[in-house]
């Protein structure tokens, strides 16, 4: 970490992904430890009516436990959250999730901007949020947002992308914090500790 960055600032680690992202979250949570100090709150667009099997293949890489939040559950350090099939995850609190089945937005139910607009707005300036490989523009306004309430914003460099829509659509439309590989992303998450 250099120039002004304080990693004790941040008090949540929210990440988005669609298409081409769930091998990179696996990557990433291979590498998380255990003991991790943020909780890992998960957006990833996701089939609505298929509830089984993704929480548990994260689970098999992850070292800390993986859960799909209920609503009014309390949000814990060392601890991956998932939005659930067919819900919005929303940080309700900076402690307390809450669920919502409204509308679609881009196209998708769970929503990155849902998700990444409530921690900013949760949160203010004491989110960290990450934007993975995708083929729609679901995750730019909330990353505006985030940036907006001062938090801080990687995007992964979409020239590394499977589906660099997502992560393009980001970086047009806020000035973001890092341009990040996924190695790149891993090594700092990992500093984050």
Not at 7 to 25: D, M, N, R, T
Request: hydrophobic share 40%; net charge negative.
């Amino acid at each position: 970490m250099s120039g002004s960055f304080n990693k004790e600032q941040y008090h949540v680690l929210v990440i988005g992904g669609s298409a081409g992202s769930f091998p990179s979250v696996s990557r990433i949570l291979e590498h998380l430890p255990n003991d991790y100090r943020l909780p890992v709150v998960m957006c990833l667009h996701r089939l609505r009516d298929k509830r089984e099997g993704f929480k548990e293949a994260l689970e098999i890489k992850s070292k800390m436990p993986v859960c799909e939040p209920n609503d009014k559950d309390l949000i814990l350090p060392a601890h991956v959250y998932i939005a659930p099939a067919n819900y919005h995850l929303l940080i309700e609190t900076p402690h307390f999730f809450a669920l919502a089945t409204t509308e679609l937005v881009q196209y998708s139910r769970p929503s990155i901007d849902v998700l990444f607009e409530s921690a900013a707005d949760a949160l203010k300036s004491n989110v960290l949020a990450v934007l993975l490989s995708g083929a729609n523009r679901d995750g730019a306004l909330g990353m505006k947002r985030i940036h907006v309430k001062g938090g801080y914003t990687v995007v992964q460099d979409p020239a590394t992308c499977s589906m660099n829509t997502m992560p393009q659509a980001a970086l047009d439309l806020t000035p973001v914090d890092r341009i990040l590989d996924l190695d790149r992303i891993i090594e700092f998450l990992i500093d984050l500790h």
